[in-house]
Nanobody, 118 residues
Framework: VQLQASGGGLVQAGGSLRLSCAAS????????MGWYRQAPGKQRELVAI??????NYAGSVKGRFTISRDNAKSTVYLQMNSLKPEDTAVYYC??????????????WGQGTLVTVSS
């Protein structure tokens, strides 16, 4: 199983970016998908998660970020609006996946850098 993230970049404060993360491989079922981020010198933190259509957000991004999922494409998106310099971080996608052989495990994407300039 692989998770391929894309969509990061440099944007001015107040701008928007859309991250994508596509899962591929011997997938039987994707149970949950989410986005985490890690800023320099800080621990990795949960940004948003989507499980069976239900979503949850970190307080710092609620109302600005929207997570969504396209089950047909095994892809999760993170629409980020009204970006702030403190949103600058490497963003990682994560998925809890049951593979064809039956095991369930968590998988990480490679990370995509989001830089918000003031």
């Amino acid at each position: 199983v692989q998770l391929q993230a894309s969509g990061g970049g440099l944007v001015q404060a107040g701008g928007s970016l859309r991250l994508s993360c596509a899962a591929s491989g011997s997938i039987f079922r994707i149970n949950a998908m989410g986005w985490y981020r890690q800023a320099p010198g800080k621990q990795r933190e949960l940004v948003a998660i989507i499980i069976s259509g239900s979503t949850n957000y970190a307080g710092s991004v609620k109302g600005r970020f929207t997570i969504s999922r396209d089950n047909a494409k095994s892809t999760v998106y993170l629409q980020m609006n009204s970006l702030k310099p403190e949103d600058t971080a490497v963003y990682y996608c994560n998925a809890a996946i049951t593979v064809v052989a039956g095991q369930t495990a968590g998988y990480w994407g490679q990370g995509t850098l989001v830089t918000v300039s003031s």
